[in-house]
């Protein structure tokens, strides 16, 4: 699936996913959001998740399926457990500093703790390297993108750090 986020010029940036079969699905984005996206994209890309949210968008969700009633009951285990590692993630973003792999494990057994969930399989010191190397490649690539300008990647990446 192709994977554009293009940098609004006079309004809000766009994310538009076109499926191998020509399909699409878009949405205005928050600009909270392109980086967090890039974080799906990083964390479901290492961590070979089909059915999280852009392997959802990939076999026919569209964007506002996602914020639809009972949406996180249709999604699955798969997609609330990237939401909590990229939630973490997240928490690095806002200035709570990186996390080293038991902190980030803690971290993310707690979110899950918190949904109700048990804890998922430990999160490896090379995992996390991979995604970071990914995710920081995506978002220095953003960065750069001029305005009214889309940054493309293949979903899932075919060429994983």
């Known amino acids: 699936m192709n994977v554009q986020l293009k940098k609004g010029r006079d309004g809000p940036s766009t994310l538009v996913c076109i499926r191998r079969d020509g399909s699409r699905?878009?949405?205005?984005?928050?600009?909270?959001?392109?980086?967090?996206?890039?974080?799906?994209?990083?964390?479901?890309?290492?961590?070979?998740?089909?059915?999280?949210?852009?392997?959802?968008?990939?076999?026919?969700?569209?964007?506002?399926?996602?914020?639809?009633p009972g949406a996180a009951k249709r999604m699955g285990a798969e997609a609330v457990l990237a939401e909590a590692i990229v939630g973490v993630f997240d928490l690095e973003r806002a200035g709570r500093g990186v996390f080293d792999e038991a902190a980030f494990n803690a971290a993310l057994a707690e979110s899950l703790s918190g949904l109700g969930l048990p804890p998922f399989r430990i999160i490896t010191g090379d995992e996390l390297s991979r995604i970071r190397t990914m995710r920081g490649d995506l978002v220095s690539r953003w960065w750069s993108v001029p305005e009214g300008h889309s940054l493309e990647v293949e979903f899932p990446a075919t060429a994983v750090v």
């Open 25 to 68: 699905t878009w949405s205005k984005l928050h600009p909270f959001f392109p980086v967090h996206d890039l974080t799906h994209f990083s964390v479901e890309s290492v961590l070979g998740f089909t059915e999280a949210f852009f392997g959802l968008v990939a076999s026919g969700w569209d964007m506002d399926n996602f914020s639809q």
